[in-house]
């Protein structure tokens, strides 16, 4: 899919992470422990931000858990783990804030939902705090707690109309942007400056998301948080985010954004972040990791040779990352190709960085390595896949060792 030049958005400063303008598209996430639980929010927060999370939001609805906010931002730094924290305020957030100053301190921004927030003068006085304390501020609005006021004042305007009136998907969409914009305006007018401030707009099915965001970025230059509200599970969550996402971003449109997944029980909170990551990746928006490209197995390749070795250069790979990252800057963008026939093997290995086209079903059993475009060596036996590791381990030693100067 062809990529659209950037929307133009402020860049604004969330607790040292940059978000908007011409800066990197940040990764967020959200823990789902009690955040009154000290330790488990803590092992979360680091186990995301290891995963590579930018930016973690965290529940606070109650006071157990407003309270336990600047103990969990001082365990963190004491691990040495620095990352913006995001407050997710809905209903009493005015009063936590207002009740436990120091969890306002310590959160660097506060996710306010306009449709759950109430009266004007909850907004105002979160706001107020927010000013009070040089925090950000996400202001939030999601379908499935819009502000009935808007929408009621929208739906009676739209009835009224004697030619075309909207359908209520359209009305409800026209709610979520003005929602967003109504609120942002409201804050400014306290005195809330305009370049902390960060929009969003989220629904859980992908075409809406899409024209919702397309309406709302082409209205503001706040930047924007894009993403479904509840993706679901699996497959289902994986497939209807990236979707989604994929256009959004395509279209230049998204300054954060975030994988909302649906975890099975027991799985690893961390994968939404891999699934961003990956999504950045592979639209050549950042780069986390090498890439490794492998055929997907055909009549030629009946053997499941090929398949096991794709598995474990893949494995390898993200074992060797923590280490590789710091070690050797720019590894991030190499890519590593593992092909298992004549057919496209030696074309696409040589394509890649370094590369290996594996013999199919009944071809001679050899496997021609290739490095930089050029036939390197060619490996046999039974030691194909660790000679092959071995061989990437030097050419990323050669390639991405710093130099003295």
């Given amino acids: 899919m062809e990529q659209r030049e950037r929307r133009f958005s402020e860049t604004v400063d969330i607790g040292g992470v940059l978000v908007g303008g011409q800066n990197p598209i940040r990764i967020q996430s959200m823990t789902n422990t009690d955040t009154a639980d000290v330790a488990s929010t803590v092992s979360q927060i680091k186990e995301l931000v290891e995963a590579g999370s930018e930016i973690v939001r965290v529940t606070v609805n109650t006071k157990e858990a407003a309270a336990a906010v600047p103990t969990i931002k001082e365990a963190l730094l004491k691990q040495g783990v620095e990352v913006p924290l995001v407050g997710d305020f809905h209903y009493n957030g005015h009063i936590l ?63 009224q109309l004697l030619f075309q009136p909207k359908t209520n998907k359209e009305v409800l969409l026209d709610a979520m942007v003005q929602s967003a914009l109504n609120s ?22 992908v075409s809406d998301v899409i024209q919702v965001n397309r309406t709302l970025a082409a209205q503001c230059d706040y930047p924007l948080h894009i993403g479904l ?79 096991k070795m794709a598995q474990e250069i893949t494995q390898y790979v993200a074992h060797s990352m923590p280490q590789w990252k710091t070690q050797y800057p720019g590894v991030e963008n190499l890519k590593v190709a593992v092909m298992g026939c004549v057919v496209n093997g030696p074309g696409e290995s040589k394509h890649a960085d370094i590369g290996i086209s594996l013999p199919g079903t009944g071809e001679n059993p050899k496997a021609p ?37």
């Avoid at 506060?110 to 304390?133: D, H, K, L």
């Avoid at 942002?184 to 099915?205: M, W, Y």
Wanted: charged share 20%.
């Fill in 184 to 205: 942002a305006t409201l804050a400014e007018g306290f005195g809330f400056p305009h370049d902390k401030i960060i929009l969003s707009a989220k629904l859980s099915t």
């Fill in 97 to 159: 804030l207002r009740d436990f100053p120091e969890c306002a301190v310590a959160l660097d921004k506060y996710r306010i939902n306009p449709g759950n927030v109430g009266r004007v003068a909850s907004f105002r006085q979160m706001i107020e705090i927010a000013i009070q304390n040089g925090k950000l501020v996400r202001i939030g609005a999601n379908w499935g707690s819009i502000d009935q006021r808007l929408l009621t004042r929208l739906m009676d305007e739209n009835t």
């Fill in 229 to 307: 509200t509840e993706a679901g599970m699996g497959l289902k969550g994986i497939v209807a985010s990236t979707a989604a996402l994929t256009i959004l971003l395509s279209e230049g449109i998204g300054d954060t954004i975030r994988v909302s997944l649906t975890p099975a029980l027991n799985e690893d909170r961390a994968t939404e972040v891999r699934i961003c990551q990956n999504i950045l990746q592979e639209l050549s928006l950042r780069a986390f990791a090498p890439s490794v490209s492998a055929c997907p197995g055909c009549g030629r390749t009946q053997s499941t040779f090929f398949m």
């Fill in 369 to 405: 390595v290739f490095v930089d475009g050029k036939l390197y060596t060619t490996l046999q036996g039974p030691a194909i896949a660790q000679d092959f590791i071995e061989i990437l381990q030097e050419y990323i030693h050669q390639r991405f060792t710093k130099t003295q100067p």
